[in-house]
């Protein structure tokens, strides 16, 4: 825990930025400016857990092998990183307040740094699994309000304001005005994904799990602690060699292929210039080019069975 402690410091010290007006320096500033990201790193008791369901899905004894050494040299304190999510949060500096996308666990000094900036005015939920730690920040900022999509259920206290995809009620396009919207219609895990015009951020969850087109940049993987290469052998390698996603994201019925594949049309036309996951290893930086690669290794297989909508007119 010490070791994780320290760690977390010591990122804290490398994303330091005197030149940014941002308090904190934990948050680090992307292009364009207006945009941070913060990407902590889950508790260690998570360690046990996590271990153990990624193991699971391994089948070779040799490679099983492997990876307990891992987890023993961490219950020996040998690790200085257990097995754990590495997750990014969107932190958007707007005219009266922030936006955070896909908020993580809300750590005193992280509130403290917020509030001086006049605090929290809109939390997005942006899926199921993202939206846990909603209570804390709720808690912080009662006034803030509260964007998730439908389906999650929050006490009526919090205030909620539920999008659908091609549903996004009037009062939302205002709250989000500087943003464009998109809500991916996967039956039973519909996800909000926002892009922030004026930097051409694009802020997602699930809808990408990688920061760089190339599978084989580490760093763009997605990062479990000590069992990053764990997580890929378990759920990357096996699937499809030019897909940019774990497996467990391709078991789609016909349908939600459909919505997912129009989706994917609506936000590679807008044209994103980078995207922050709270999944991926970074955010992308090869610029619009790179972005578009991404979303479409994510996504592009998905296409392969669409009927034509004019089609069905005819
Ligand atoms: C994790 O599992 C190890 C055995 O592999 C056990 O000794 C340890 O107490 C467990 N830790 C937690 C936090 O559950
Ligand atoms: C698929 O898209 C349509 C049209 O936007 C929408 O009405 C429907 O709810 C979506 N399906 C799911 C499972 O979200």
Redesign the pocket.
Known sequence: MLVVALLHVLCVQAWADPASHWPWPAFKPLEGGSVFEYVALQDAQMHNGTFRSLLAAIKDPQAQAKYREIDAQWQAGQLAVPCVWSRRMGLVKLADGVLVYSPVELLPDVRSALQRLGGVTTIVLPNREHAIHWESWNRAWPNAHVILPQGIHLPSWANPLEV????IPEAVKKILQDFSIE??????F?EVVLQHQSSGTLLTSDFVYFGSKDKKDMSGRPQVGACTDLYYDAFVRPGPSDVLLPTYRLGLSE??K??IS?SLQRILAWGPRQILSAHAGRVSSGGKDEAAAILKGSWSWCETQVAEPTLLML
């Open positions: 659908g995809p091609g549903a809500v991916i219609g996967q039956t039973g519909p349908v939600d459909r919505n129009q």
